[in-house]
């Protein structure tokens, strides 16, 4: 059988998003002063990590839907320091996935591999990650003219 098309993840696949997002994790820590409350940016992060770990996968079984999502990923480490009101949190995930969008680090060998898939294959990305984000994501890391 010959295939013609290939679906590839952009998250971790592709795109370095442990790399990636929590370097934006650390300028949404410095920027919104968590330093008011978590000891650093490593305390923030290892309560942050795993409870956005969790929320995606309630997220991918369809237990929570994108809002909640959104919502509570930020919330929860948000809320020690008085912040936990919809607009205040939603502000700060939206400079977040903002951040993320304009970040450009690739998984190493990324670039090349797509060279040699591109004369021979169509190229899809498929991903649970929001639409709108993984567009700029591809755009600004020079991954668009890759794919279909």
């Known amino acids: 059988m010959m295939y013609k098309n290939l679906f590839i993840d952009l998250d971790d696949t592709l ?11 650390e300028e ?3 920027a919104y002063h968590f330093d008011r409350y978590y000891v650093s940016f490593e305390a923030f992060y290892s309560i942050y990590m795993p409870h956005n770990l969790k929320l995606w996968e309630q997220y991918r079984n369809q237990k929570i839907d994108k809002q909640t999502l959104i919502l ?12 936990e009101d919809k607009e205040s949190v939603l ?3 939206n ?6 969008s304009t970040k450009t680090r690739l998984i190493p060998g990324a670039v090349e591999l797509l060279e040699y ?21 591809l755009k600004n890391s020079g991954l668009l003219p890759y794919i279909e």
């Open 15 to 25: 795109w370095d998003t442990n790399s990636n997002n929590k370097e934006c994790l």
């Open 28 to 30: 949404i820590y410095k």
């Open 72 to 83: 509570e990923r930020f919330r929860y480490v948000t809320r020690p320091l008085g912040i």
């Open 91 to 93: 502000k700060i995930n």
């Open 95 to 100: 400079d977040f996935l903002h951040r993320t």
């Open 117 to 137: 898939l591109r004369p021979s294959y169509r190229l899809f990305i498929l991903s649970n990650g929001f639409r709108e984000v993984q567009y700029q994501k």
